[in-house]
């Protein structure tokens, strides 16, 4: 049985179950369709705001406030499977799991959904992390601070980008402390500058990667 997979932009073949770094261009693939993937799945009055552009503002505040190029290498990196799964809501993924709890009369176990999502997550994670030439798997401060600035971001995020909420979010990004920007108010790119954004940040943040 052929193992599935997906047609990249750049024409590559991307195993899905067993991807290798080989197989991740980081040049053209993964920022291009970053920078078209919409994060809360498109619904942003002001238009389109795409993980690409998310990873770039999340990136350059962990090194504003930690001075860590590795962790701001690592927060870069951080969604860029979403170029090969695509955005998979963290609501979605709750449904899902709920889902499978009905279809199969609690048989099934939605707890399967999640970690079958997650495991889909790390292994295209370890191809990605090692094309990039960043060690993997991370070190465990490295992946708190990474969660902790996703959180904020998506607080930062909400607030700037979405209508006011119809119901409260969970606390912890109720919680959350916002991200203080340097640019200012956030306001959403177009796909392709995006794309270049992501692009210029890999080459500073991780230069191996050039090599690959």
Avoid at 167 to 194: D, F, K, T, Y
Wanted: hydrophobic residues 50%.
């Amino acid at each position: 049985m052929t193992s599935p997979w997906l047609q990249t932009g750049s024409g590559i073949a991307f195993d899905l179950l067993n991807p290798t770094p080989d197989m991740v261009d980081l040049r053209r693939d993964v920022p291009d369709a970053l920078g078209r993937i919409a994060r809360f799945t498109g619904h942003t009055p002001t238009g389109p705001y795409s993980v690409a552009q998310h990873s770039c503002i999340g990136a350059d505040a962990v090194l504003a406030e930690t001075g860590r190029r590795d962790i701001a290498a690592a927060f870069l990196l951080h969604d860029a499977h979403e170029a090969y799964l695509g955005d998979i809501s963290s609501p979605m993924a709750e449904a899902l799991a709920e889902a499978a709890r009905i279809v199969t009369a609690g048989h099934f176990g939605g707890s399967a959904v999640l970690m079958a999502i997650k495991r889909l997550k790390l292994r295209a994670d370890a191809a990605i992390y090692a094309a990039a030439g960043v060690p993997w798997p991370l070190a465990p401060e490295v992946v708190a601070a990474v969660h902790l600035m996703d959180i904020r971001m998506l607080a930062t995020e909400r607030r700037q980008l979405l209508t006011t909420p119809p119901r409260p979010w969970n606390p912890i990004v109720e919680q959350a402390e916002p991200v203080r920007l340097n640019r200012g108010a956030i306001v959403v790119w177009p796909w392709a500058r995006a794309a270049d954004e992501w692009r210029d940040r890999l080459n500073r943040l991780c230069p191996a990667a050039l090599a690959a």
